[in-house]
């Protein structure tokens, strides 16, 4: 391995062939030229002083003094003397450069090139120049050690070692500077700094999440453009088929009268047409009859094929111009400088990312600074911006990629990158140790950790490959080396091995709740309480865990998959109105009229933007139950599970991948009104209070960092909630998620099955992308005059 990842290092001798020395006659020692003469005379003719054209001049080398042959070898006498006394003049000059250098050019600077503006600026400022030098060397040796010992070292705390910088300045052109990031680590952050940096991270993925949503929407619209735009020209295609049917048959007409005998070169035919409309037309002579329908024939076709061909351009155009929503939306973030950690480099972990959390696409790892590559593999900062000049890699994504990779998860067999064939995993040449190849081996050797994020085709993914990326921790690379891979090429690979310590993986354990869907109650029987609580009252099994103590407390509970309204609040609806949609609702119909225009979700269901109330599709519509504003009416669709913890008592996760924006349940219960509510609590407080939840709904769409036009959606308003929900006998899964201040669940307002404002449904939708077996928690708010404190009913 060494000999694979060893790195010549060039000689230091800038002449390594010097020519041989001249002989000498009588020796002569000359002090060494000082940086001074170096600049103003290159190691060429004009090194030395013009006036000894006729002599080699001798290679510098690196010795305190050179001997030089004397400047004359031949010539005339008087040519001699000139040259005797100008040779004299140069020792002088050579023993005062070198006696007063010290004081002239202090630490062997090298000059600025002089031009004539800056020698006529430094000439009158010589003097001072002078002195300043001289006050300067004569400081205390004291002093001098004081400052030395006070000044720290310039990588005591680096996480690779910075070469030391010359102290010999060389004056170069300025040039633009490359710009070098500093690599840090994020180490030892209080429980408070860990709460902020989580929070702006899940705020930071909320404004991603929402733009993405509404990208979806854009991308609706065009698509139903299209299908409008495609619809009219197969209906111009259709007309323009008719019309070449009906010339088609009165060319027919014409050639069967152009058979019989006539009298003149031309008549009048009369002929009824495939659309019943008589068609009078002047028919020409015999002879050009036969043309005439071959030409009609041929034109019909042509303008047809012309059609056809036109659309399929403009649809191969419009799909090339458009852009995926996830690209879309980190663009618009990036534009408003929202993405996170673009300064420096962090290696190790990102403050605020978990391990196990999950993300949808790339983009997402990109705008976070948790891996900065859209498509490759290995994240490294490069030489140019590092500051020791070498390429450190900082996270890699695992996904099977490679044909040579092997992943046991603790441990990693990871293939470099480079070498493949076009769109296939197989190797077509061999790799290099270069780029990220090179970054990865630069960070075993400094030891560095890398970050490992894994791709996987997961049930619920969003992108259309169906992969998801789950962030895993920390790895160290403990070995590198070069070998045969499977394709028969030289590849590089290296062991990554999973730092201890840390918390289960996250692709762990979305493959352990792929195993709990797949098996039921055969996974750990012992603890599954029951295997639905909900008796088939939802369209999914609502599962009871409980690894932790024997208690049993949510099978004495009758469960209620909806909220019981009293009989006044379907009497007090109103008018009872509904849109007149046949196959689904579309744009302009009465119910999106009732949103303020714009359906409240996308096709897929996702919610778009909080607002403070939702009008679905109720009984009174003539739409299909799939509709796409009948999304929170069909209850449950994701399997969760009420489970026991340690830190929350009774809590609630799901088996499957919950999207941002997806809706979850309902918080379910039996409404009472303020008199009944007041009633209740004289026996203990069981009751949960909608105007006590937090407007969590307003972030969810909150664009006021993207567009400073952004207002708050206010419509429909409604007015303030005065009843309660009863959950001491009878409740749903919802009553057991937990409180949190930094909640991954919201409370939005919906009506569907009446029109009364005061007493909406409690619908909770997902504020962030969930992974599987992650609890799911509510901002249940802050407690008011009735009661003045809290409930949270999770036992």
Not at 306 to 328: C, H, L, P, S, W
Not at 330 to 337: L, S, Y
Not at 456 to 466: F, P, R, T, V, W
Not at 577 to 588: A, E, L, N, S
Request: charge should be negative.
């Amino acid at each position: 391995m060494d000999s694979l990842l060893s790195l010549q290092t060039p000689s230091n001798n800038p002449h390594p062939h010097s020519p041989p020395l001249q002989p000498t006659q009588t020796p002569l020692l000359v002090p060494k030229p000082e940086p001074l003469d170096d600049f103003f005379f290159s190691n060429n003719s004009q090194q030395y002083p013009h006036w000894f054209p006729h002599q080699q001049q001798p290679q510098p080398n690196n010795n305190e003094f050179e001997l030089h042959a004397p400047p004359f070898a031949s010539g005339s006498p008087e040519e001699h003397e000139d040259s005797e006394l100008y040779n004299h003049f140069f020792r002088v000059s050579q023993l005062f450069r070198t006696a007063f250098s010290d004081t002239l050019f202090q630490n062997d600077a090298v000059p600025e090139p002089m031009t004539p503006q800056s020698q006529s600026q430094s000439q009158p400022n010589f003097q001072d120049s002078f002195s300043y030098a001289s006050a300067s060397n004569s400081q205390p040796e004291a002093e001098a050690e004081a400052e030395a010992e006070a000044t720290p070292e310039a990588d005591s705390r680096a996480l690779v070692p910075v070469p030391p910088s010359s102290s010999l300045t060389v004056a170069a052109p300025s040039k633009r500077v490359s710009k070098k990031k500093e690599l840090v680590r994020v180490s030892e952050l209080s429980l408070h700094e860990q709460l902020h940096f989580r929070e702006v991270v899940r705020r930071t993925r909320m404004i991603y999440d929402s733009i993405r949503a509404l990208c979806t929407i854009e991308e609706e619209k065009r698509v139903q453009e299209e299908k409008r735009a495609a619809e009219k020209r197969a209906a111009a295609a259709e007309e323009e088929r008719r019309a070449a049917a009906a010339a088609a048959t009165v060319a027919d007409a014409v050639t069967i009268a152009a058979d019989e005998p006539f009298a003149g070169s031309e008549s009048t035919v009369e002929c009824s047409s495939s659309a019943e409309t008589t068609v009078s037309v002047a028919v020409p002579a015999p002879e050009s009859a036969g043309e005439q329908q071959s030409a009609t024939d041929n034109g019909a076709g042509y303008n047809q094929t012309e059609t056809v061909n036109r659309g399929e351009a403009d649809a191969k155009m419009a799909r090339r111009m458009r852009q995926r929503g996830d690209i879309r939306a980190a663009q618009m973030m990036r534009m408003k400088d929202l993405w996170l950690n673009r300064d420096k480099r962090i290696v190790g972990a990102i403050p605020g990312v978990y391990v196990g959390d999950v993300f949808l696409f790339r983009m997402e790892l990109c705008f976070l600074g948790l891996h900065g590559q859209i498509q490759a593999g290995i994240d490294y900062l490069a030489a140019s911006m590092s500051p020791n000049n070498e390429p450190i890699a900082t996270s890699v994504i695992v996904s099977g990629g490679y044909e040579d990779d092997m992943d046991e998860g603790d441990v990693i067999i990871y293939t470099g990158q480079g070498g493949q064939a076009m769109n296939s995993v197989r190797q077509a040449t061999h790799q290099k140790l270069e780029s990220g190849n090179l970054a990865l081996e630069r960070s075993m050797y400094h030891n560095i950790e890398v970050r490992v994020i894994r791709g996987m085709k997961y049930e619920g993914a969003a992108a259309k490959s169906g992969k998801i990326y789950v962030y895993d921790g920390l790895y160290r690379i403990s070995e590198c080396w070069f070998d045969v891979g499977k394709s028969g090429f030289g590849v590089y690979k290296y062991k990554l091995v999973r730092v201890e310590g840390q918390p289960k993986m996250g692709s762990a354990i979305l493959k352990e709740a792929r195993s709990i869907r797949k098996s039921g109650v055969d996974f750990q029987p012992m603890y599954c309480l029951s295997v639905d609580i909900s008796n088939k009252k939802e369209k999914v099994a609502v599962r009871l865990f409980n690894d932790i103590d024997d208690s049993k407390e949510p099978l004495c509970f009758d469960y209620l998959p909806t909220t019981v309204f009293p009989p006044f609040v379907f009497h007090q609806s109103g008018t009872a109105t509904g849109c007149d949609c046949i196959d689904g609702c579309t744009d302009g119909c009465f119910c999106s009229m009732k949103n303020g225009g714009d359906f409240p979700y996308n096709q897929q269901g996702i919610l778009v933007r909080g607002k403070p109330l939702i009008f679905e599709c109720g009984p009174f519509c003539s739409c299909p139950p799939q509709c796409r504003n009948r999304v929170s009416q069909n209850g449950v669709k994701n399997r969760l599970e009420v489970f026991r913890s340690k830190q929350t008592g009774w809590g609630v996760r799901s088996l499957d991948l919950i999207q941002a924006g997806a809706f979850i349940c309902e918080y379910a219960g039996v409404v009472l009104t303020r008199e009944q509510a007041q009633l209740l609590t004289m026996n203990g407080d069981s009751l949960i209070y909608p105007n006590r939840f937090s407007e969590r709904w307003a972030e969810w769409g909150d664009l006021s960092q993207v567009n400073s036009d952004y207002v708050r959606p206010s419509y429909p308003s409604i007015p303030p909630l005065d009843f309660s929900l009863d959950v001491s006998t009878v409740r749903n899964v919802a009553c057991y998620m937990s409180h949190s201040s930094s909640p991954n669940v919201m409370v939005q307002f919906v009506l569907y099955d009446h029109n009364n404002l005061m007493f909406p449904h409690l619908m909770l939708f997902a504020m962030e992308n969930i992974p599987p077996l992650r609890e799911l928690s509510l901002d249940y708010g802050v407690a008011d005059e009735w009661t003045g404190k809290l409930s949270i009913c999770n036992g």
